[in-house]
């Protein structure tokens, strides 16, 4: 079992920063897939970035064409935790943001339904 526990979200004007941070449980963190997954309101939840790697040198990742250049997914395996950078933000970031984690090695990390374990969400809300 892994359990994650997102934080850093809030309310933040266009063009502003957050960053978003996700804790998680076990002892085999290096070895998950971690994603970050959004839903904006009266929408359904999407994929934003993810981040596969095996604990050394080599590691994929995948940005949301929507926050490519914008966003940035990163992890601290000594800390257990995932981050996403979100700079140059808009209204339209604005969402309910996830945290997930897949042990398998199974693709496309885009899909959601890949993650067996999520996070509770962490708001973020940009305004105009």
């Known amino acids: 079992q892994v359990q994650l526990v997102e934080s850093g979200g809030g309310l933040v004007q266009a063009g502003g920063s957050l960053r978003l941070s996700c804790a998680a449980s076990g002892r085999t963190f290096s070895r998950y897939t971690m994603g970050w997954f959004r839903q904006p309101p009266g929408k359904e939840r999407e994929f934003v970035a993810a981040?596969?790697?095996?604990?050394?040198?080599?590691?994929?990742?995948d940005h949301a064409d929507s926050v490519k250049g914008r966003f940035t997914i990163s992890r601290d395996n000594a800390k257990n935790t995932v981050y996403l950078q979100m700079n140059s933000l808009k209204p339209e970031d604005t969402a309910v943001y996830y945290c997930?984690?897949?042990?398998?090695?199974?693709?496309?990390?885009?899909?959601?339904?890949?993650?067996?374990?999520w996070g509770q969400g962490t708001q973020v809300t940009v305004s105009t």
């Open positions: 981040f596969r790697g095996n604990g050394g040198s080599l590691y994929y990742r």
């Open positions: 997930a984690a897949d042990g398998s090695s199974r693709w496309p990390l885009r899909d959601e339904a890949l993650y067996a374990y």
